[in-house]
């Protein structure tokens, strides 16, 4: 017999390069890979949740265009720097976004969401460790 085409093998010896990369965007969406190498979606506390895709619930005082909220993993604490072209606070409402700065450092305790708030672009984005999840909002 001449080589199995790899679209006809089974999903469960799925190419090795195929489930590293699903492993990856599921560490970035928060899914996570099934044994037939096909992603799913998680059901336990990583679950993270952002402004939804109305600007209804958006008021007069909210400034910002985006935001960012990260979901620290039970067990496990993390920080997330965060910079972009515009403003950034940890504040969702603020008297004078011209005194914020453009880059910011968020600690999130083990077990718990936190939310930063930004205008502009983003530039930058760095994580302590794995066990943060990460949502991302933006209308800019």
């Known amino acids: 017999m001449g080589p199995q085409n790899s679209s006809?093998?089974?999903?469960?010896?799925?190419?090795p390069q195929r489930r590293s990369v699903l492993a990856a965007m599921g560490?970035?969406?928060g899914t996570a890979l099934t044994s037939a190498?096909?992603?799913?979606?998680?059901q336990d506390d990583g679950q993270?949740?952002?402004?939804?895709?109305?600007?209804?619930?958006?008021t007069p005082e909210d400034w910002s265009t985006?935001?960012?909220t990260v979901q620290a993993c039970s067990g496990s604490s993390g920080e997330v720097s965060l910079s972009v072209t515009g403003r950034v606070s940890p504040d969702r409402h603020v008297q004078n976004?011209?005194?914020l700065p453009s880059s910011e450092t968020l600690h999130v305790p083990a077990g718990q969401r936190r939310t930063l708030w930004f205008t502009g672009r983003i530039t930058g984005?760095?994580?302590?460790?794995?066990?943060?999840n990460i949502g991302?909002?933006?209308?800019?």
Do not use: K, P, Y
């Open 125 to 132: 984005l760095s994580c302590s460790n794995s066990a943060l």
């Open 27 to 29: 560490a970035l969406t």
């Open 66 to 68: 985006g935001a960012l």
């Open 97 to 99: 976004t011209q005194l």
């Open 37 to 42: 190498g096909t992603a799913a979606a998680r």
């Open 48 to 58: 993270v949740e952002t402004r939804g895709c109305s600007d209804a619930a958006l």
């Open 136 to 140: 991302i909002a933006h209308r800019g």
């Open 8 to 15: 006809t093998e089974d999903d469960s010896r799925a190419d």
